[in-house]
DNA sequence: TTATATAATCTAGCATTGATAACTTTTCAA
DNA sequence: TTGAAAAGTTATCAATGCTAGATTATATAA
């Protein structure tokens, strides 16, 4: 019976290309261009078909940022990884979010600032989510008594960070000086 | 020549019933709900009169947005006003940023996810943003040296923290524990 | 006071969008 | 081989931002 195997192979093949399209043109264009007729012309197929495989629109978006999140845990991981100590881990580890929000802006909005669905902290929290909290926890370090304060700090400094940033709200000079003054404020004492 | 002070007035107060309905329909029912057809209605005047107030949709947006950063920048300049001390100051205004952006969803999401053609730090800014970090700079202390980077720091922090905690990604429970953390850091030695 | 030019406002409509209903073709197991 | 189910398409809907062109109200000059 491969032929139920070869139509799932096929079927995650399309979504696949689905996202990927998503992706490409809102990088490139906005989220603004990335319309249902657009991805279907991408893809080949007809409107409707894309309806086959998300729900409607903001699923496609959920979709690319949930792919977003994975991402950005092996990119925050990476550079822990790459780094001696505590205060070197936090330093790396921020830089690295906020290259990666400069890097794919589209991509960032999509995991932040548009897919309102995406819930943390709650029983259906998609393990990308999870783990991408994880990999900030990792940094700020376990030996805390109170990790998770200071990892959701962590985490919305660096996210504030990131959102002026892009919105032109905060100037794009200093922006080593403020991490370090981040960081200072969670090296354990 | 009374008559062009009367249209004027009126000018102005029709503008003002449009971005005041804006407003309200966006805290009720959500942006998607403001429509240029349910705005039309809600003044009592067809579609195209909006356009005699504002160049498209976004500006409108944008009004409402400049109308919130004179609110926030007033709730926070009381708010540092009834503490005493640096400390206190911060973790007052830092609280009041925060029940501000939950008080008023839609106003802050017009603020920092909407209108992304206002600008800080530019020739162009509206004064009432620059008074908003003003606002901020003057609890974070104006004896520092580098207030600029401090401020931009702060800022950052409590903007990363009403956001997450409106998309509901870090825990509504632990807010004082989180604002104890970002004003420590703050504290001048 | 009345005629006329200008300003103000409205009706009607366009193009685009997300989404769906109804029809047609393909696929595959009995 | 055949017929039902699956897969896919065409055609269309309703809502939206926005605008052109017609129409009405207003203010000024004769």
């Known amino acids: 019976m491969g032929i139920a195997e070869r139509k799932g192979r096929e079927r995650a093949e399309r979504e696949q290309r689905i996202t990927a399209a998503a992706r490409l043109i809102a990088?490139?264009?906005?989220?603004?261009a990335v319309t249902i007729r657009r991805l279907a012309e991408e893809i080949?197929?007809?409107q409707p078909v894309l309806y086959a495989h998300f729900e409607n629109r903001d699923a496609i978006v959920a979709a690319v940022a949930v792919q977003g999140f994975g991402e950005l845990a092996a990119a925050l991981r990476q550079a822990a990884y790459g780094s001696a100590g505590h205060q070197g881990a936090?330093?790396?580890?921020?830089?690295?979010?906020?290259?990666f929000a400069r890097a794919h802006?589209?991509?960032?909005?999509?995991m932040f600032t548009m897919a309102t669905g995406l819930r943390f902290a709650e029983a259906d929290t998609r393990p990308e989510l999870k783990d991408a909290f994880a990999a900030l926890a990792e940094a700020v370090g376990p030996s805390r008594?109170?990790?998770?304060?200071?990892?959701?700090?962590?985490?919305?400094?660096?996210?504030?960070?990131?959102d002026l940033e892009r919105?032109?709200?905060i100037r794009q000079g200093a922006r080593a000086a403020r991490v370090t003054?981040?960081?200072n404020c969670l090296v354990e004492p």
Chains 1, 2 share one sequence.
């Open 90 to 99: 936090l330093e790396s580890v921020a830089t690295a979010y906020l290259a």
């Open 27 to 32: 990088e490139n264009e906005g989220w603004n």
């Open 167 to 169: 919105s032109g709200r």
């Open 105 to 110: 802006p589209a991509l960032y909005e999509a």
């Open 44 to 46: 080949e197929y007809s």
């Open 181 to 183: 003054l981040v960081v």
């Open 145 to 162: 008594t109170d990790v998770e304060v200071a990892t959701e700090t962590f985490w919305a400094a660096l996210h504030g960070l990131a």
